[in-house]
Each structure stands twice: as structure tokens, then as C-alpha cells.
């Protein structure tokens, strides 16, 4: 079953609120008025209470009776029964008394055959334990009509307001909302080819400016990887092309005509070169899309940063030494993270920054144990990567030397992307910056994920 | 020594049965997986390479049926998809060891080796040797013909490796990984350096070159005859 649109969740809120606050003052409103009129029935009851008591005083005489009549005559609607202290009926001043009354002292309201009395019981002498009862009747009818038309008023008041409300709401919601359906349309209308649609952000109620800040955040994202994207689809028919290339003409050319064994080898050997060029661009392809698809989990153990540096400093050393190049490492760290992984990323780094570095520079591994997290920082002495630059050496393929050596050990220009990809399974960041003279990679790992 | 290959596509299966045999192992092929499952429970083999696409069984299937079989033959699994469960699944399954295609022959050839070499216990050796070149392991000493070299610890470990499995063409991922504890694959350059480095104490001087390089498959170290 869908859900309610929003509108009309407000719409039905709205209604429903009106409805309560009504309700309860229509209720409040008719309980105050009813009591009002019990009020007034009860100093009307009490003062005939006493004209009643006055007149039968003196029950002896034959008058008595007339001052009685005088006494309730001017009220039509009131009526006297007097009854025994035995119970049985002495008097009703009115033929169509109800049988039954109740027999309680004090004021209490019965309805009988249509009619509703205010029922008012006492003691004809006050201070006699067997005095006759007094019983006044008064018809008020009259009172509880307008009453029950007041609750009517009210149910009806209830209703239409809570309709009422509930058009108003709606239509006060639809245009609430509108700058919602605008953020709706523009949604709708994004597609692979035009992801630089954005929200106007100015214009958006307050509470609505951050979503559509976010919206447009996540368009740019969006548009970004999406460049990033079509542009390493082409790379990699670009980046193949070559050595496919190459296979195909040095292999046609060697089975052309009848060759010496020797040249067969070669031409093997050559074609493995690229072959081996091309596996591990299929398997750096591989690790970066598992990477896209959130697939590198890096395990957590307890790792001594100092001492992987160290490792790695090791295993690089042979070449360093060759190109005459000083490699170091200050600080110490402990992380928790994937031992191969993050290995992997130094080393991306370390064989980068000796590729740029020149002889008798220097490369350097800084380690900063800081509460929150750790940084790492890789830098190299050299000309440095001018600025405009630096922001694009992430990118895959890319290469600040755009010219392409021939030969296997040429990389295809995966190291830092991946690298990346790695620091980012780990939720941290990398950058570069370069200026006076040294290069500096900084990566920044958290310390919980 | 009898290892059974099940590889569904013909190119590779032959492939991989032809660089064996010619390695000196006794290789069987079979392109499905009910046959190779049979073949596997026979307890004949002393290593089943397995791939995990198969048609009828896939490679999980006949690893799970080996192990509950009882039998404890080692398995080297081979697979298109790198997916972290795939190899998860297949180490738990009990696979010894795990390959994503494309890999390099000379990778496979020396993983076979190793886990061939897994089961049986090598003696206690105090040295090794090769012609005049000799390791020795206690004292941590190289001499070679008489004539005493000395090594960085890496360089030793090297060297070491080298004798250990010598003749064999070691791929220059095994050594990073074996000497240096660099399991990823690293295009950089490092492995040659090292090469080249312990070649000049071990080989320049002498006439007979022992460390050979096997063009695009890696490194032996082997006599060979001038």
C-alpha cells in the first residue's frame, strides 16, 4: 500500500488538531452552561423551598392550600408532590407527576416519558426525623433542548472546522512544498548527460537550503566520478591499444617468412613482455574497480607504522642506493589496518617519489601519532609538481610525463590511484603538495573507522 | 609425482598440462567436473589444480568432496573472479592455495612447487651449496670458492631462497613476497636492483655465472655449462 503524500499527512494533521481543540471547547462550553443551569435551578428550587415550607406552616388552615397555589402559580413549570414519613402520597399539585421519584435529599435531574425535571428533596420540617418529604418538580425541558442544540452546534462546529482545516492545510502544504516538487523536477530530469543541472539554493526555505545543498553536492560528485568515469573506459581501450598493437604486427611479421629459431624466441619473448604489461594493467584495473565497488575490506590488526616503514625502507634501499638517494623515516604510530594493503600504498608511493627524486636527493617517510588519527607523510626532494597539476595525479592513466617509454617496466599510471583506493578503504585521505623543492604526499588515516 | 589438472577451457588446460610436464610432473587433464571429482577421490594425486568455473561440479564442489572424503591433498585453486569471497570461501572450503587468472606460468610452477614441497619435512640442513658457492646457515657465512662474501641480511635471505630452490625459475612476485614479505603485485624495479647487487659479489668475479635471468619469468640459480 503506498504511503500518504505528504500534503495530505499535513492536511489530515491539521484537520485532525482543529478537530480536538474544538471538540474540547465545545465540550467545555456545554459542561459550563449545564452546570450554569443547574446553578439557577437550584437557587430557583431553594427559594420556592422556602415559600413552600412558609406556606404549609400552618397545614390546619383550609388556606393554607390557596397560599400554596399562590406560591407555585406564578412558576407553570414547577410542581409540588408531598409525601408521608410513611411513604404514601399526600399531595400532587399537578396530575402528570411522574410515579416514581427519587427518594435522595438534594437536587437530582430524572426524565420521564419525554419530560425532564430538576428534582429538588427535603424534609418538610427540618428538625423532625419523621416529617413528611417535600418534592419539587421543575420542568426544564426547555433548558436540556437548547443544550442538546448546543451539542449539535458543536459536533457540527467540529466537523466543518476540521474540514475546513483539512482544505487550507492541504492547500497551505502543496505550496509549502513546492520547493520540493522544483528539487523533484530537476531530479528527474538528471540523467548521465546532464548531471550539471543544480538547485538554486537561494532561493530554498532554510530548512530546505541544506538538502539542496547536499542535492548539489551529490550532482557534482556525481558529474566528477562520472567524467572520471567515461574518460577510464577510454584510457583503457587507449592504454591496450598499444601493446595490442604491438602484438599484432610483431606476430604477423615474425610468421611471415621462414625465420632462424633465434628469432622466433625473441619475437616470444618480446610478445611476453607485453603480455606481462598487460596482465598486471588488468589486474590493477581489477583491484581499482573492486576498490569502486566498496569491495576492498581491509582487515584490522595492530599495526607499528614505523616498523612497516622500516620494512619498506628495506625493500627499497638496493634501489635507492643504485640512483643515490637517501631514504629516512621520523616519527612512530600504531593504526589498526590491512598490513598488505597499506604496504602496498607506501610502496606506491616510495617507488614514485624514487622515480622523481634526483641523485644524491633524498626521500623521507614522516610518521605523526596524533590523538585522532595519524598522518603519513612521504616527501622527496626534486623540482616539484607545479600546482595546477597536483590536483590530477590521482587520476588514473594519468602521467606527469605524458610521453609513454617504451619498455616493460613502464607503469600505466594506476600507482597512485590505487594507492588512494587504499587509504580511502581506510577512511582517510590523501593529498599532495609540493613547494620548495620537495614533493609531499600526505595521507591521513583515522584511527576508528 | 602425479597432479591432476580439471580446466574446462581446452587452451588453457593444455597450456597448463604441457609447461608441467615439461616442468618433470606427471599431469593429468580432465575438462569436467564430475570426471574430475572421480579422479580426485581415486587419492592418486599428490596435487589437484582446480578451477572453479567447471561444468557438472564446479571446483568448490570437488574440494568440498576431497576434504570430506578424508583426503588431505593439497589444491591449488585457479579463477577468473577476484572477489574477497571467492577467496574467502575457498580457504574456508580448505584450498591451499589460490590464483586469479591472468597469471604469469612461472608464478604457477613455483606455487606448485611449494606446495609440493609443504608436505614433506626437509632435513635439518647446516649449509647449502652450489659448485664452488656455499651457504652456511649457522654461522650465517657465504663462500664461494674459498673466498669468503659478505651479504646484508636480505641479500643472505636472497641468496638463500635462491639455493634452496635452485633450478627452479623463481618469478620476482615469490621473491618479494618470500624475502621481503611484499605480497601485492608491484611493477617497480626493486627485485632486479637486489639481482644485479648480489650477482656482483656472487658471480662478476668468477667465470662461471651461477644467478641466470630468464627473460619476462624471473630468476635461477643454476650451474650451467660454459
Known sequence: MPRLSLSSRLALLFAACTAVVSLFAGVLFSRASEAHFVELDQQLLDSKLIGVRRALHDIQSRDSEVKLADELSPQADLSLRITGSDGRRWYDSSASLPDLLPQKPGLSTINDHGTDYRVLNAPLFDDKPDSPQLTLLLDITHHQHFLQRMQHLIWMTVGLSALATALLGAWAARSGLRPLRRMSTIASGVSAHSLNARLPEESMPSELAEMAHSFNEMLGRLDDAFQRLSAFSADIAHELRTPLSNLLTHTQVTLTRPRPIEDYREALHSNLEELQWMAQLVNDMLYLAKADHGLLMPKREALDLAAEADVLLEFFAPLAEDVRVTLSRVGSGHLEGDRSMLRRALSNLLDNALRFTPADGEVRVKIIDQPKGLSLTVENSGDGISKELLPRLFDRFYRVDPARHEGSSEHAGLGLAITQSIVRAHGGTIHCESENGWTRFVIELPKEV | ?226
Do not use: C
Open chain 2, 1 to 226: 609425482m602425479k597432479l591432476l589438472i580439471v580446466e574446462d577451457q581446452p587452451k588453457t588446460g593444455q597450456y597448463l598440462r604441457q609447461g608441467l610436464s615439461e616442468a618433470g610432473f606427471n599431469t593429468e587433464l580432465v575438462a569436467d567436473g564430475s570426471t574430475g571429482q572421480q579422479l580426485a577421490l581415486s587419492g592418486d594425486y599428490a596435487l589437484l589444480i582446480l578451477d572453479v568455473m567447471l561444468p557438472g561440479r564446479d571446483g568448490w564442489q570437488i574440494l568440498q568432496a576431497v576434504r570430506s572424503a578424508g583426503l588431505d591433498t593439497p589444491v591449488l585453486f585457479l579463477t577468473a573472479r577476484d572477489a574477497v569471497e571467492d577467496r574467502v570461501h575457498g580457504l574456508e572450503l580448505g584450498a591451499d592455495d589460490y590464483l586469479v587468472k591472468p597469471f604469469a606460468f612461472s608464478e604457477l610452477l613455483a606455487r606448485v612447487r611449494s606446495l609440493l614441497r609443504r608436505g614433506s619435512a626437509t632435513p635439518q640442513e647446516t649449509s647449502l651449496q652450489l659448485a664452488d658457492l656455499r651457504l652456511d646457515l649457522i654461522r650465517r657465512r657465504v663462500e664461494r670458492g674459498g673466498q669468503r662474501i659478505d651479504l646484508t641480511a636480505k641479500e643472505f635471505a636472497l641468496l638463500e631462497m635462491l639455493l634452496r630452490r635452485q633450478g627452479e625459475v623463481l618469478p620476482k612476485s615469490l621473491i618479494a613476497s618470500q624475502v621481503w614479505d611484499m605480497n601485492f603485485d608491484s611493477d617497480t624495479n626493486v627485485i632486479e636492483v637486489a639481482i644485479r647487487r648480489l650477482r656482483l659479489k656472487i658471480d662478476d668475479e668468477f667465470p662461471n655465472k651461477l644467478i641466470h635471468t630468464v627473460r619476462g619469468m624471473g630468476y635461477v640459480l643454476e650451474e650451467r655449462p660454459a
